[in-house]
């Protein structure tokens, strides 16, 4: 912490936002009144894209007098930038077919079995070019920027072969390169089996060369553990050896079946599990234990109607903290909203207004290992804001369906 805070120190601010109805921190020693530390009024100071300081709008006009980039928030609401910890951003072709499909009576699943899904993903991705995945990578952070997002998790996960997978990982560097936005790569090798190899063959090449040759592209693995995908037996062995060749753990766990993948995954320090409709308590005594963060997708069971949410009110109860993340992908939620993740938190996972809001912020941020960095407002974490069009948190889930997104302010600038 002290070293950027160092980075940070001096008289001088580059930007004051001002006159906010109030500033939402997520900092709850940092004056801070209310569960998600708000200050009426509130103001930030950033320099060097890093916080220098939150107050109150005087205190701050007080200690920065002479700066000049002023940016006025106009009593609307402050907060910090959402982190989305859980996507699949980079793909080609879309699979509006299979909603239709779906909203005729058949299951995600079945769709997967009968070599749609994730397959018809991988075949349109592995036909496009680096440039044109690109382009579709770089609209889609431009659309998720105007939702208010700052930190983006990327996975793979829809080449299932050498060549692809390194191509979206590839591609997410450069986004990462490219686009303001903060980029979190996470090699999904382990998304599901290809149909032009054996499983076995197919394993073989996942815990062995795969590893050594994404290890310097992904900071993460994860893998789908649910029928139709990878077995329980298979998950606890593909994230055994993915720890020990230096990867940082996820698993897709508990989406449709209880297989029992969150308490392999926490047995093994994995940082989160993401989905969890379906969880023993054994597990999540297992994961509040390691620290594994639940990281909730409710665009999922909505999108594909699927019936079951995952329940937020269980993990937390159980101090296990609960993220949100959009999981936008092509076939099981293509939104870029965070902003209808706290509405589906809230309408169906029974979170609060303010657990939803930081579930979107510091909770998605503890699920990418970046707490230190983003997710709150306090001085020394980047300069990643949003200005919202309502005074209070609970507006964001009250108007439904809308962007209130003013301004998103990424390391201290406008975007
Ligand atoms: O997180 N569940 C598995 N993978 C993705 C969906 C991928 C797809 O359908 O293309 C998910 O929901
Ligand atoms: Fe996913």
Partial sequence: ??????????TSADTIIINSSQLLTLEKDNKGTGALGSIKNGAVAIKNGLILETGTTSEIRKSYPDCSDVIDADDSLVMPGFVDCHTHLVFAGERSNEMEQR??????LEILGDGGGIHSTVRATRAASS????????ERLDRMAMNGTTTVEIKSGYGLNEETELKMLQVAAQLRREHPLDIISTYLGAHTFPPDQSREEYL???SGKSLQLFKKEAEYFDIFCEEGAFSLEETKKLLESAKTAGFKLKVHGGQFNDLGSPGVAASLGAVSVDHLENISNEDMDLMAEAGTVAVLLPGVPFFLQSGKYPDAERFLKKG????????????SCPSYSMQMMITLGVFYCSMSAADAVAAGTINAARAINRENEIGSLKAGKKGDLIILDIKNPEEIPYYFGTNLVKKTIKSGKIL
């Fill in 1 to 10: 912490m002290s070293g950027l805070l160092d980075k940070v120190s001096g």
């Fill in 204 to 206: 073989k090449w996942l």
């Fill in 131 to 138: 440039e044109k995945l690109f382009v579709l990578g770089m």
């Fill in 320 to 331: 296990i903290p609960a993220a949100l993340a959009t999981d936008f992908n092509p076939g």
């Fill in 103 to 108: 909203l005729g009576g058949k299951s995600y």
